[in-house]
């Protein structure tokens, strides 16, 4: 290929900017040229012969032949053509062993670019005879001196040819004339060809006859013999004709069937491109070959390079992995693979269902693999919040229950204390002790209502005093706080009350009070404050209160995680629907809680609440 690219590098760059520039090139005389004689047994007699064409193979296997017959035989050969003619003919030169640089440089090969030298003879889309003899005249007479006085010269011209495909009729059939009229006058052996599909219409049948009768020999697509014989020829014109005939036929059905397969793949590709999903297609190795365009955007990948030939199951979490591979060996072994894990795409979670079929080979065999990926984050959030409900109400009825259960001996157990109080001539000592008694009883009552996490004042909203509530809450958990020696320390407003349902505000300190407890360590510390403040984003009036406790904190996951339905750190005593209750509460009744908290030398959370002043 080294050689053909010099054809274009080399002599032929020189016999371009020659003939642009108009400068004549050695002429020689007319009467020093004697007629060509045969070139080979298959190019008969000097003449004008035309080879008609059906494909380009066909037609550079005939200028092989034809040039190389002429350059084997040491004589000299012009070519213009089309570039992608003119390489391709170098190239098969070269497969007969020419040294093709060698014979350009002797000035013996000769190629010339169709479009450019027909150009330079062209006036108002027809050749104009002068110009035709001086540049084309130009051109044979520097063939000619290659061989000296007494040489031969093999031409191919594909100037008409383009003419034709240009729908300038007169002009091609006016070029032949010239041609022609240049043959007398000079002894060269020229070769014309048309491809077969100029002349595929029924109406080409007359002009046809003309473009046969302007040459001494026509050659058939398939044959390389010229025919000048006159009833022969008129018979290979009227084959010839039938055959364009049936294969503007085959090239219209062919036309047809490639129009619907184009539709077909650009309906296809319409799909995949519309499609939500992530469509991917494997090789056998479970390596990705294919994405389509919104899959990428989905999984926000740029550029699809980064990711082709990597391991589709690479994607997935270590802990996923090897179900992602057992979906492809499922679909290699000819079955579906499913698949259903999680992808971190921009910092989001987002879930996928994957299903992996096998794509088959027209043997039956597995040839690839299509992965169709849809993500289903809402639906699983749906399913979870789902089955969140079916266990809050299971946990609910179970409650309900209990705390049924509990109230009817409690009231007996109460009833029965009062009684013991009531008795005349009750000892002091066991007066007090029944006294405590009755208080540890009505705790037991609060608890159970307070720390099962369902109860739901239906109360209306009435105004509380919230120093006066936080010490009823803290009392209920005076025993606690002092078995772990716990210091209390209250800063509380005197002065601020609020407006909200007591049974709901009471359960909110209980749950945030006993979380604080069960955090802080031995010794340790509980900060309560109660104030005036407003909202952070709407500036609304309202009231802040702050629990803090130094107990060991929470990292971020389980920060993201405190306000979850069923999360719970403590694995063996905890519900994990404290704070979850909690928060449903406050927003209700358009309130809200914030959490801050850290781990280490100094540790510790604080729960921060918002209420409204009106509910």
């Known amino acids: 290929m080294q050689q053909v690219a010099g054809l274009k590098t080399g002599a032929i760059r020189i016999m371009e900017d020659e003939l642009a520039s108009g400068q004549p090139i050695i002429p020689v005389p007319v009467e020093a040229r004697e007629p060509?004689?045969?070139?080979?047994?298959?190019?008969?007699?000097?003449?004008?012969?035309?080879?008609?064409?059906?494909?380009?193979?066909?037609?550079?296997?005939?200028?092989?032949?034809?040039?190389?017959?002429?350059?084997?035989?040491?004589?000299?050969?012009?070519?213009?053509?089309?570039?992608?003619?003119?390489?391709?003919?170098?190239?098969?030169?070269?497969?007969?062993?020419?040294?093709?640089?060698?014979?350009?440089?002797?000035?013996?090969?000769?190629?010339?670019?169709?479009?450019?030298?027909?150009?330079?003879?062209?006036?108002?889309?027809?050749?104009?005879?002068?110009?035709?003899?001086?540049?084309?005249?130009?051109?044979?007479?520097?063939?000619?001196?290659?061989?000296?006085?007494?040489?031969?010269?093999?031409?191919?011209?594909?100037?008409?040819?383009?003419?034709?495909?240009?729908?300038?009729?007169?002009?091609?059939?006016?070029?032949?004339?010239?041609?022609?009229?240049l043959a007398r006058q000079n002894t060269f052996h020229l070769l014309c060809a048309y491809p077969m599909r100029a002349f595929s219409r029924r109406e080409d049948a007359a002009f046809f006859g003309e473009i046969c009768a302007e040459h001494t020999h026509v050659a058939p697509c398939e044959s390389y013999s010229g025919i000048a014989d006159e009833s022969q020829k008129l018979l290979a014109i009227s084959e010839l004709q039938q055959k364009a005939h049936t294969l503007e036929t085959e090239l219209a059905r062919r036309e047809k069937a490639e129009a619907a397969l184009r539709k077909s793949e650009e309906f296809a590709q319409r799909i995949v491109e519309s499609s939500v999903d992530c469509i991917k297609v494997l090789d056998t190795e479970g390596r990705i070959i294919y994405m389509s365009p919104?899959?990428?955007?989905?999984?926000?990948?740029?550029?699809?390079?980064?990711?082709?030939?990597?391991?589709?199951?690479?994607?997935?979490?270590?802990?996923?992995?090897?179900?992602?591979?057992?979906?492809?060996?499922?679909?290699?072994?000819?079955?579906?693979?499913?698949?259903?894990?999680?992808?971190?795409?921009?910092?989001?979670?987002?879930?996928?269902?994957?299903?992996?079929t096998p794509m088959l080979h027209v043997d039956g065999s597995v040839d690839r693999l299509l992965a169709i990926s849809r993500e289903n984050t809402e639906l699983r959030l749906a399913h979870t919040a789902l089955m969140q409900s079916e266990k809050l109400a299971m946990v609910g009825k179970l409650a309900a229950t209990v705390a049924h259960e509990i109230n009817n001996p409690l009231e007996a157990v109460t009833n029965f204390v009062y009684l013991a109080r009531m008795s005349p001539g009750l000892p002091e000592e066991v007066g007090r002790g029944l006294e405590i008694a009755d208080q540890e009883l009505a705790r037991v009552a609060a608890i159970a209502q307070q720390t099962l996490g369902f109860y739901r004042d239906t109360s209306n909203p009435q105004n509380i005093p919230l120093a006066e509530l936080m010490r009823s809450v803290i009392s209920v958990y005076d025993r606690k706080l002092k078995s772990k020696k716990l210091q209390m320390e209250l800063q509380l407003?005197?002065?601020?009350?609020?407006?909200?349902?007591?049974?709901?505000?009471?359960?909110?300190?209980?749950?945030?009070?006993?979380?604080?407890?069960?955090?802080?360590?031995?010794?340790?510390?509980?900060?309560?404050?109660?104030?005036?403040?407003?909202?952070?984003?709407?500036?609304?009036?309202?009231?802040?209160?702050?629990?803090?406790?130094?107990?060991?904190?929470?990292d971020t996951e389980t920060r993201k995680k405190a306000f979850a339905a069923f999360f719970t750190t403590k694995a063996e005593i905890g519900t994990g629907i404290g704070l979850w209750v909690t928060k449903n509460l406050l927003e209700r009744d358009g309130g809200s809680i914030a959490c801050r908290s850290r781990k280490g030398e100094r540790s510790g959370t604080v729960m921060s609440i918002y209420l409204p002043l009106q509910v």
């Open 36 to 181: 060509l004689p045969f070139l080979s047994q298959r190019q008969d007699a000097l003449g004008h012969a035309v080879q008609f064409y059906e494909c380009d193979e066909v037609l550079i296997d005939r200028l092989s032949e034809f040039a190389g017959t002429a350059l084997e035989a040491a004589r000299s050969c012009v070519i213009v053509a089309a570039p992608e003619h003119r390489a391709s003919l170098a190239e098969a030169l070269i497969e007969r062993g020419l040294d093709i640089p060698k014979l350009i440089a002797a000035g013996r090969f000769i190629a010339l670019d169709a479009a450019a030298l027909l150009e330079q003879f062209m006036v108002h889309d027809g050749p104009s005879q002068v110009l035709f003899q001086n540049v084309v005249g130009r051109v044979l007479d520097k063939a000619f001196a290659s061989q000296g006085r007494h040489g031969h010269v093999a031409v191919f011209g594909e100037m008409v040819a383009l003419l034709l495909t240009a729908e300038k009729r007169d002009a091609a059939l006016k070029l032949e004339k010239m041609w022609n009229e």
């Open 294 to 356: 919104p899959g990428q955007r989905a999984l926000d990948i740029a550029d699809v390079n980064e990711i082709l030939t990597r391991p589709w199951a690479d994607f997935w979490d270590d802990a996923d992995r090897a179900r992602a591979w057992a979906a492809v060996e499922t679909a290699k072994a000819g079955g579906v693979g499913r698949f259903e894990g999680p992808l971190t795409i921009k910092g989001a979670v987002t879930w996928w269902d994957v299903k992996i």
């Open 493 to 554: 407003d005197e002065t601020v009350s609020i407006l909200a349902r007591k049974g709901d505000l009471k359960q909110v300190l209980c749950n945030l009070l006993t979380n604080a407890i069960d955090a802080a360590s031995l010794n340790g510390r509980i900060v309560l404050r109660v104030r005036r403040s407003h909202h952070r984003q709407s500036n609304a009036q309202g009231v802040r209160i702050t629990m803090a406790d130094n107990g060991m904190g929470m």
